[in-house]
């Protein structure tokens, strides 16, 4: 009962933390209950630039692999509590999201670069999930403020400055976690410098003012919201989903060759098919 209290009681203490603790985990037992497969919610370079997906950038970082995914990060981002302490509640929600949608923003950027000028077309079908990304974006924000001459260590044996610490993590990370996604942790740890970097010089009236705060909060959660919902997560019913699998305004794909024989794909309403197909019988 006591363990219980003190629980809650830090629950409310970090209402940001907990909200969006709350999400991943709900949205880990939704998948897991509904058997929803990680293809639908990870992100990667063609799911976005070529299907036009944007909204997987929300998706997937909300979304884990399994239970040990999901534990180890809630773990990690329940120990940076203390920059909720720091910068209060709502502009630590801001910070959140920014730092959410420019890691998954520089990840797609190193995914383009490989693919286009690299060409390294393995890389357009790597996908991620994740709030891993985050959280190094967080990481990177708090050791950029960290006080001078403070240190870190990677694994016990190398002493760093602590400005170098998510450096250190990412490098841990990938002895460990051999499969984990090195892209999408250093594209949370690039973000989270900018985002530091880029607060050294607006002032925090202005980049955390009450009005942007909280257009950019209802934006966010309603962002969450549509990702989710055309994700296939769970149904809104005041948002109605057009696409193949609702079955409306699905065509037909007419397949025809091109002067040089490459097969050209077209995709065809099912109204223009329906009228097509009229006047031809009345041709006939």
């Known amino acids: 009962m006591v363990a219980s209290n003190v629980a809650a009681l830090e629950a409310f203490r970090f209402p940001t933390t907990s ?23 990870s992100i990667s370079y063609d799911v976005v630039f070529n299907r036009k997906e944007y909204w ?11 239970i040990i995914h999901l534990a180890m990060n809630m773990l ?11 910068l ?12 959410m949608l420019s890691s998954m923003g520089v990840f797609l950027m190193i995914k383009a670069w490989r693919v286009r000028f690299v060409q390294n077309n393995h890389a357009e079908n790597e996908s991620a999930v994740g709030f891993s990304a985050v959280l190094f974006a967080l990481m990177a924000f708090s050791s950029f403020s960290a006080p001078a001459g403070s240190k870190t260590s990677l694994l016990g044996f190398v002493t ?11 490098i841990t990370t990938q002895i460990l976690l051999p499969r984990a996604s090195f892209v999408g942790h250093l594209s949370g740890i ?6 530091a970097i880029f607060s050294l010089f ?11 705060l909280v257009c950019f909060t209802i934006g966010a959660v309603s962002y969450c919201l549509v990702a989710l919902h055309l994700s296939g997560q769970i149904k809104i019913p005041l948002l109605r989903t057009v696409g193949p699998e609702s079955g409306e305004g ?35």
Request: charged letters at 15%; hydrophobic letters at 40%.
């Open 190 to 195: 690039i973000a989270g410098y900018l985002i």
């Open 56 to 66: 997987r950038i929300v998706s997937a970082s909300i979304s884990h692999v399994n």
């Open 88 to 99: 209060t509640s709502l502009p630590y929600f801001l910070l959140i999201c920014v730092a």
């Open 160 to 170: 760093l400055p602590a400005t170098l610490s998510p450096f250190a993590a990412l």
């Open 76 to 86: 990690t981002f329940w120990n940076y509590r203390f920059l909720e302490a720091r």
């Open 250 to 284: 699905q065509g037909e794909q007419l397949t025809s060759r091109g002067s040089g024989g490459e097969e050209v794909r077209s995709n065809v309403s099912s109204e223009g098919v329906e009228q097509r197909r009229r006047r031809a019988d009345e041709n006939v």
């Open 19 to 41: 909200l969006f603790a709350s999400v991943c985990v709900g949205v880990w037992l939704h998948m897991y209950n509904s058997r929803i497969d990680l293809s639908r919610v």
């Open 202 to 212: 607006i002032p925090s009236t202005t980049f955390l003012s009450n009005y942007w």
